[in-house]
Structures are given as structure tokens and as C-alpha cells.
């Protein structure tokens, strides 16, 4: 019942920026947060940064200073604007949205792939 659909990923050399976008759709229950993860190969998934539909965000500590999550509860789209890309930040990202008050509800895009070149 809920869709999300990731944009922004790509190639783009150490040092630069990029913008991930993802927009839900269906019942999205309105409280929830939403966020992003990776996944590098042979690794596991983990967290890179949550917002809560109040605004109150959470990073990991490697991503801390680098990325931005932000969301637009109207358009029902969250962003992760990263800066200063290293290679280790070389990851399929996905997009992550939980309903609050609903446990055991996890939505999960497809994916996108992030590249940094050195």
C-alpha cells in the first residue's frame, strides 16, 4: 500500500555532491519517518539517516556533517543531499519509510546506486 520510487543516485568523483530524492505514495499513514540505507557489496545494510514526519532527524556517525536529510510532508518526498562524498560512501541506497503506531510495517524502495571515483 505504500510506493517509494528513489532519483539522484550516479557516478560523481570523491570530494563532490549529490542528491537523492524519494517520493511515497499510497497510505502513508501520515506520522511516520522515513530515511535511507545502504547496502555495499558483501556488507550489510545500515542505517544513514532517519527523519521523523515532525522533522527530528538521526545520522550515523560516518555520514555525520557530510549529509542532509530533509523531507516535504506535502509532496511526501524525503532527500539526502551529500557533500564531501568519499569512496567508502560507494553503496546502493535505499529509501525507507515506517509508519509510526503501526509495528512491524517496514517500506522499502528499490534502490539506487551511488558511485564515488577516487
Known amino acids: 500500500q505504500v510506493q517509494l520510487v528513489e532519483s539522484g543516485g550516479g557516478l560523481v568523483q570523491a570530494g563532490g555532491s549529490l542528491r537523492l530524492s524519494c517520493g511515497a505514495s499510497?497510505?502513508?499513514?501520515?506520522?511516520?519517518?522515513m530515511g535511507w540505507y545502504r547496502q555495499a557489496p558483501g556488507k550489510q545494510r545500515e542505517l544513514v539517516a532517519t527523519?521523523?514526519?515532525?522533522?527530528?532527524?538521526n545520522y550515523a556517525d560516518s555520514v555525520k556533517g557530510r549529509f542532509t536529510i530533509s523531507r516535504d510532508n506535502v509532496k511526501k518526498t524525503v532527500y539526502l543531499q551529500m557533500n564531501s562524498l568519499k569512496p567508502e560512501d560507494t553503496a546502493v541506497y535505499y529509501c525507507?519509510?515506517?509508519?509510526?503506531?503501526?509495528?512491524?510495517?517496514?517500506?522499502w524502495g528499490q534502490g539506487t546506486q551511488v558511485t564515488v571515483s577516487s
Open positions: 527523519i521523523t514526519s515532525g522533522g527530528y532527524t
Open positions: 499510497g497510505n502513508t499513514f501520515g506520522v511516520n519517518v
Open positions: 525507507n519509510l515506517r509508519p509510526m503506531f503501526v509495528q512491524g510495517t517496514n517500506y
